[in-house]
Nanobody, 124 residues
């Protein structure tokens, strides 16, 4: 698994961005995928997760109703659609992959592979 995140940028409050996480490997469909984010001076935090077939998702409370995680296993790519962005969403966003059980999806320590991060900046 080799993850490449993209799609970040500068957007005004209320705007939208769609992040992509492409895997150049051949086993993408076996991994649960998640997005984490890290703001300056803060720890990396869980944002969203999706099961291997895309049928189950999970979101941290602060993004529920605004962000949508999805995946296309045929394209080896996971996505994070972010709508109604707020200044507090400003962070570096990382995608991550794990084989761990679904119950541990919010723990950074269970993720085997990480993308390089993409910067999202929301101006007020």
């Amino acid at each position: 698994v080799q993850l490449q995140a993209s799609g970040g940028g500068l957007v005004q409050t209320g705007g939208s961005l769609k992040l992509s996480c492409a895997d150049s490997g051949r086993t993408f469909s076996s991994y649960k995928m998640s997005w984490f984010r890290q703001a300056p001076g803060k720890e990396r935090e869980f944002v969203a997760a999706i099961s291997v077939n895309g049928g189950t998702t999970d979101y941290t409370d602060s993004v529920k109703g605004r962000f949508t995680i999805s995946r296309d296993n045929a394209k080896n790519t996971a996505y994070l659609q972010m709508n109604n962005l707020k200044p507090e969403d400003t962070a570096v966003y990382y995608c991550a992959a794990t084989l761990a059980i679904w119950g541990t999806r919010r723990l950074r320590s269970v993720y085997n592979y990480w993308g390089q991060g993409t910067q999202v900046t929301v101006s007020s």
